[in-house]
T-cell receptor, first 111, second 113 residues
Framework: EDQVTQSPEALRLQEGESSSLNCSYT??????LFWYRQDPGKGPEFLFT???AGEEKEKERLKATLTKKESFLHITAPKPEDSATYLC????????????FGDGTTLTVKP | NAGVTQTPKFRILKIGQSMTLQCTQD?????MYWYRQDPGMGLKLIYY???????DKGEVPNGYNVSRSTTEDFPLRLLSAAPSQTSVYFC????????????FGPGTRLTVT
């Protein structure tokens, strides 16, 4: 059974204080790992897909990296508007469409 | 281009009642999904569809049913509401060539009492 574990559950940062969110996974035959951002009361918004170990993707202050066992979402000099819950998910095996999500990390950035 | 729309936004059901959650997308996406999200938790896949006429079970399908008669619509039916089905339900879609890039609707908040 595919498993995705995100840590920490919650992270509080001061504006400008860089940090990383972790997503560790146990799957058989990774097809892709993806990151989403979810604001309170809204649906998740797609950020990145990573396909293989060593791959990196960047978007503004966010950078996602992938190893064979985990992914990191690095946040550089965060701003209050980066406050949200960040969800990690994987797809594995032969069933394209079946995703397993982690429980998310709730990030709060204080001004 | 409205993206993924869901109705209703909120609903309160009594135990044993049935209802249908509506989901429509106007992006001509092949893949569509239904998830539930309990407080403080991630998303659990209920059902998904890779195209009209094709559906498959996800992680937590018990108590639900789906159909996909058109590319645009993917309704989710609760057969006999139970308190354990109190949750926020999200519909999503993705294109065939970028299947991992899912676009989510705004969600339906369902309470069963």
């Amino acid at each position: 059974e595919d498993q995705v574990t995100q840590s920490p559950e919650a992270l509080r940062l001061q504006e400008g204080e860089s940090s990383s969110l972790n997503c560790s996974y146990t799957v058989s035959g990774l097809r892709g790992l993806f990151w989403y951002r979810q604001d309170p009361g809204k649906g998740p918004e797609f950020l990145f897909t990573l396909y293989s170990a060593g791959e990196e993707k960047e978007k503004e202050r966010l950078k996602a990296t992938l190893t064979k066992k985990e992914s990191f979402l690095h946040i550089t000099a965060p701003k209050p508007e980066d406050s949200a819950t960040y969800l990690c998910a994987v797809q594995a095996g032969t069933n394209a469409g079946k995703s397993t999500f982690g429980d998310g990390t709730t990030l709060t950035v204080k001004p | 281009n409205a993206g993924v729309t869901q109705t209703p936004k909120f609903r309160i059901l009594k135990i044993g009642q049935s209802m249908t959650l509506q989901c429509t997308q106007d992006m001509n996406h092949n893949y569509m999904y239904w998830y539930r999200q309990d407080p403080g938790m991630g998303l659990k896949l209920i059902y998904y569809s890779v195209g009209a006429g094709i559906t498959d079970k996800g992680e937590v399908p018990n108590g639900y049913n789906v159909s996909r008669s058109t590319t645009e619509d993917f309704p989710l039916r609760l057969l006999s509401a139970a308190p354990s089905q109190t949750s926020v339900y999200f519909c999503a879609s993705s294109p065939r060539d970028r299947v991992y890039e899912q676009y989510f609707g705004p969600g339906t908040r369902l309470t069963v009492t």
